[in-house]
């Protein structure tokens, strides 16, 4: 296994069980528009290592164990550590620039990065399934339409607009590294581009 996958994973497990036992720190990192506007930028990064619950933060390393191998076997270590930090920055922007004038909003969660590499791998091996019998593609655009209606339920604290920042940023880092993609495997670029354009066209219908 990856050196780097390990300390990710370590590194989400430990900050979040620091939040799961202390509130003091969890609100002082997670991402709230109203401190981050204020100048508190530390909580765009800091937020992506908190959770909300053992079965959030299970289920996020869960998904990046099982597809980051994938992103290293084709791209190497700094790649997929490049899309990984990328799609969480990515991740929280959209999420600022979406919710900029609720100063109120909170977000917390590895789900814009993880959402990333998900996205990578399935790029990269377009055949690959999900639990023997799931095409990548299709589990991938049923995240974030899940993502969707959790950005409409607005019922938990769970950052779902970063889950489409986190899918753009693993998408066109990884059409940057492997260009041929677009001839060789346009099917699949042209079926995960469907759910981002859903959001940005909902979005600029204020239906989000």
């Known amino acids: 296994m990856s050196t780097t996958l390990i300390v ?19 609100r002082k990192y997670d991402f709230h528009i109203g401190s981050i506007r204020a100048g508190e930028q530390v909580r765009m990064f800091s937020s992506a290592f908190l959770h909300a619950d053992m079965s959030h933060l299970f ?24 899309i990984y930090f990328s799609s969480l920055i990515f991740g929280n922007l959209l ?44 589990f991938g655009i049923l995240y974030l339409l899940y993502s969707i209606y959790g950005m409409r339920a607005k019922n938990d604290n769970i950052g ?31 079926v995960l581009a469907i759910p981002i354009v859903v959001l940005f066209v909902m979005a600029k219908m204020g239906k989000l």
Do not use: C, W
């Not at 814009?112 to 299709?138: K, R």
């Not at 489409?164 to 059409?175: D, E, H, K, N, P």
């Not at 492997?178 to 495997?185: A, I, W």
């Open 8 to 26: 990710i994973i370590l590194a989400n497990v430990l900050i979040s069980y620091k939040g799961f036992n202390d509130m003091f720190f969890f």
């Open 59 to 82: 289920f996020n390393m869960l998904t990046l164990f099982f597809f980051a191998p994938i992103v290293v076997g084709y791209l190497g270590e700094v790649s997929f550590v490049l």
């Open 95 to 138: 999420t600022l620039s979406l919710h900029k004038n609720d100063l109120s909003y909170r977000a917390i969660g590895a789900s814009g990065a993880v959402t990333g590499i998900v996205y990578s791998a399935i790029l990269l091996e377009p055949t690959m399934t999900i639990n023997f019998f799931i095409p990548g593609y299709l």
């Open 160 to 190: 779902h607009t970063a889950h489409f920042g986190g899918a753009i940023g693993g998408y066109v880092f990884t059409i940057i590294k492997q260009p041929e993609m677009l001839t060789d495997n346009l099917f699949t670029v042209v």
